[in-house]
């Protein structure tokens, strides 16, 4: 089944303690990125990847890092989580360009205290 | 800057009634226009998109959109509700043939009374 995992689902950490969000696809896409979904402020784009090996930053892209050693792999990096990061996160992945579909994840939610 | 408008962040309609939610966007060059859906606890999941072709576009579950470029809106809409219709929907804009152009508006969130 092509899909866009993400891993934990649910996170509750304390400021300063570095953590990972795993994103994975299984359907050979090139287009990576990472949203963070804010109540009133629709997805804002963290970082996004056209390709292995190279990432840039989207809106929002303090307190974050990702990396893309992998086709299908993206993980994203909070080396000192703050509580202004305490939000819902998606990961989503396309094949190429707007006109292919862009396939979401289901979510982290992450609660910074 | 592009930016994209969702007038109304909460819409209530009866079953069998009307869906209209409403989209503007500001773009200073043709648009890519998205409409999303988000189901409870879930990712969203992609309803319709105007590329460049058929200014009415036609999506999954019964919605469409009409692209308007003197109006500069996307209104989706769907003739019928139905319970399962509801959900957070959220208009999107890109200016870039691919993705890293992305804005969201805020989200309607439509619930649909029996």
């Known amino acids: 089944e092509a899909q866009v995992t993400q891993n934990p689902r649910y996170l509750i950490t304390v400021t300063g303690k570095k953590l990972t969000v795993t994103c994975s696809q299984n359907?050979?896409?090139?287009?990576m990125s990472w949203y963070r979904q804010d109540p009133g402020l629709g997805l804002r784009q963290i970082y996004y990847?056209?390709?292995?090996?190279?990432?840039d930053k989207g809106d929002v892209p303090e307190g974050y890092k990702v990396s893309r050693k992998e086709k299908r792999n993206f993980p994203l990096i909070l080396e000192s989580p703050s509580p202004n990061q305490t939000s819902l996160y998606f990961c989503?992945?396309?094949?190429?360009?707007?006109?292919?579909?862009?396939?979401f994840g289901p979510g982290t939610r992450l609660t910074v205290l | 800057a592009q930016s994209v408008t969702q007038l109304g962040s909460h819409v209530s309609v009866s079953e069998g009634a009307l869906v209209l939610l409403r989209c503007n966007y500001s773009?200073?060059?043709?648009?890519?226009l998205f409409w999303y859906v988000q189901y409870p606890n879930q990712g969203l999941q992609l309803l319709l998109k105007?590329?460049?072709?058929?200014?009415l576009v036609k999506g999954i579950n019964g919605f469409e959109a009409e692209f308007k470029k003197s109006e500069t809106s996307f209104h989706l809409t769907k003739p019928s509700a139905h319970m399962s219709d509801a959900a957070e929907y959220f208009c999107?804009?890109?200016?870039?043939?691919?993705?890293?152009?992305?804005?969201f508006g805020a989200g309607t969130r439509l619930t649909v009374k029996p």
């Open positions: 989503a992945s396309s094949l190429d360009r707007v006109s292919d579909t862009q396939y």
């Open positions: 359907m050979n896409h090139e287009y």
């Open positions: 990847s056209m390709n292995v090996e190279v990432t």
């Open positions: 773009s200073s060059v043709p648009p890519y």
């Open positions: 105007y590329t460049s072709a058929a200014t």
């Open positions: 999107a804009v890109s200016r870039s043939l691919f993705y890293n152009d992305m804005r």
